[in-house]
């Protein structure tokens, strides 16, 4: 590994780490400069789940002519787990409004 390489730069299913209503998020975000409304791809629930399991297929073709915005959300994938880790629908949706 070179000095900025990172075990997690290694793993395709880490993205980039952003701050969405308070809580560190882990989303991948592709075609960042391609002009419009942006693609926002939310992953189901279940065990295992995340953007990049849900998305890593679709992903990189809707790109090609759209930004894809793909979190994973909050108690999945490699976003941030709060403490007070009440999962509901109003906490998903304020997440990914945030």
Not at 7 to 33: K, Q, Y
Not at 46 to 62: K, Q, Y
Request: charged content about 15%.
């Amino acid at each position: 590994m070179s000095a900025t390489t990172t075990p997690e730069s290694l793993n395709p299913e880490i993205g980039r780490s952003v701050l969405a209503a308070g809580i560190r998020t882990n989303l991948h975000d592709l075609n960042a400069a391609a002009p419009g409304v942006p693609l926002l791809l939310i992953h189901g629930s279940g065990p295992g789940v995340s953007a990049f399991a849900n998305w890593r297929l679709v992903m990189p073709a809707l790109a090609q002519t759209r930004r894809v915005i793909a979190p994973d959300m909050v108690g999945f994938g490699f976003t941030e787990r709060p403490g007070d880790a009440v999962y509901t629908l109003d906490r998903w949706v304020a997440h990914a409004i945030g």
